[in-house]
């Protein structure tokens, strides 16, 4: 017995692909005489006709992968598309190493390393990008005091 047409109208009417449609087999009778919408939606109610659920796909190689890219791996220069500052923007880059040695240089104002005239001239020259890390900036401040 031929039940596609049986499948398909089912199929629309549960909003289910026909793979997804199952029929019960001991009930197979009923469903080769349901010619209509109305008998199909009868058999639906009744539980002869039923839908597989739906497949999902699983996260959980991706999760593992995100995992590993955290540690590092899978980061090489072969996987790289973009250029390095298209990666990370110079203006990031550049917002960082700004942040860094005003924080630094506010610590050593703290501690009396340097005096208020002297802090203000090094803040322009971290602005004028003279300095290039903060153990740049203290070997600077260790040379300008002797």
């Known amino acids: 017995m031929n039940l596609a047409s049986q499948k398909q109208l089912a199929a629309k009417i549960m909003k289910a692909g026909a793979s997804r449609v199952r029929f019960d087999p001991e009930r197979l009778e009923d469903v080769s005489g349901a010619l209509t919408r109305e008998d199909i939606r009868g058999l639906i109610k009744s539980g002869a ?10 996260r959980g ?18 996987r ?12 990031k880059i550049w917002i960082g190493k700004v942040r860094a040695l005003r924080e630094e240089l506010r610590k050593m ?10 802090y203000r001239k090094l803040y ?3 602005k004028g990008n ?5 153990r740049h900036l203290r070997e600077s401040v ?5």
Do not use: C, D
């Open 80 to 91: 790289r598309t973009g250029k390095k500052k298209a990666r990370t923007p110079a203006k």
């Open 130 to 134: 003279l300095f290039q890390s903060r």
């Open 109 to 118: 104002k703290a501690e009396k390393v340097i005096e208020g005239g002297m």
């Open 49 to 58: 006709i039923k839908a597989k659920p739906k497949k999902g796909n699983s």
């Open 142 to 146: 260790e040379r300008m005091k002797k």
């Open 61 to 78: 190689r991706i999760r593992f992968k995100k995992e590993q890219r955290e540690k590092g791996r899978s980061k090489g220069h072969g």
């Open 124 to 126: 322009r020259q971290i």
